[in-house]
């Protein structure tokens, strides 16, 4: 059985959730931060032997799915196509049987990492060091990752929604913090999906005129040092450029498990 959730769920369904919290971050802080009484948020559930076997949330465009394992129930794509949505998103093992439904959108694999500890670095200035605080700010970064192909999860959707998404990552929820010289970010990293273990890295990025030169090191320093020393939480990110692998392992990264994400090839298309 598959049913929409709602608020007398919060209890049973976090406990399924939190058998792999770093796997259902999204999933975790949409509940926690979010409810189920949000217009732009919606959960489901599908129960077998009155178990819980897979969750989904539906955040604006986005689509996380979370199961037991890889027996995949294809009513589930039923519910996915209620939703205008733009990605789906699971581990990879879990995305062979969704993807048989979606042939005109491309799986992207990414690896994904955690980190529980960090070294601050004393020598770097944070003083330039910028935190979001009001949507001027958010229509800033996001000029800049605008400019970052990497970073299509975020400039495909509408510049309104990319903004809301920082504001509601923001404060209680996440932390977005970045470096402004001449009006101009030039350079930018987000903590988002914030929960009271864990956040996800997202959205680094660097100016094109202003790479080199240690402005994209900062702000990554500054979020880790945050989260992990102050916070006391597990930072979490994913990648698919393996010259970065290098990078986060050396920052103290360590791999969980593989990510996938469904992602229209024709922006325009939806489903």
Not at 106 to 122: G, L, N
Not at 167 to 176: L, V, W
Not at 252 to 269: A, K, N, Q
């Amino acid at each position: 059985m598959i049913r929409k959730l709602n608020t007398n769920d919060k209890k049973d369904v976090l406990r399924f959730l939190y058998e792999s919290p770093e796997l259902n971050l999204y999933l975790i802080a949409d509940i926690n931060n979010f409810g189920f009484d949000n217009p732009d948020i919606e959960f489901y559930g599908e129960f077998r032997d009155n178990k819980y076997f897979a969750v989904m949330s539906r955040n604006m465009s986005n689509i996380t799915y979370f199961a037991k394992n890889n027996d995949f129930n294809p009513k589930w794509i039923t519910i996915f196509n209620t939703f205008d949505f733009l990605f789906i998103s699971c581990q990879e093992s879990l995305m062979a049987e969704i993807k048989a439904h979606y042939p005109k959108m491309r799986e992207d694999k990414m690896d994904y990492m955690k980190s529980t500890t960090f070294k601050r670095d004393d020598t770097i200035d944070y003083s330039e060091i910028r935190i979001l605080k009001d949507k001027k700010d958010a229509e800033k970064i996001y000029d800049l990752i605008a400019t970052i192909p990497e970073l299509y999860t975020v400039h495909r959707k509408e510049k309104s929604e990319a903004i809301a998404y920082f504001m509601r990552h923001s404060g209680e929820n996440g932390t977005s913090v970045y470096i402004e010289i001449d009006g101009i970010v030039v350079a930018n990293a987000s903590a988002v999906y914030e929960t009271d273990t864990a956040a996800m890295i997202v959205a680094v990025a660097t100016h094109d005129d202003y790479r080199q030169q240690g402005y994209g090191k900062k702000v990554m320093y500054y979020l880790m040092d945050l989260y992990i020393n102050h916070k006391n939480k597990t930072l979490c990110l994913y990648y698919d450029d393996p010259r970065a692998e290098g990078l986060y392992k050396k920052l103290g990264f360590v791999d969980i498990e593989r990510w996938s994400m469904l992602v229209p090839d024709d922006p325009s298309t939806q489903y």
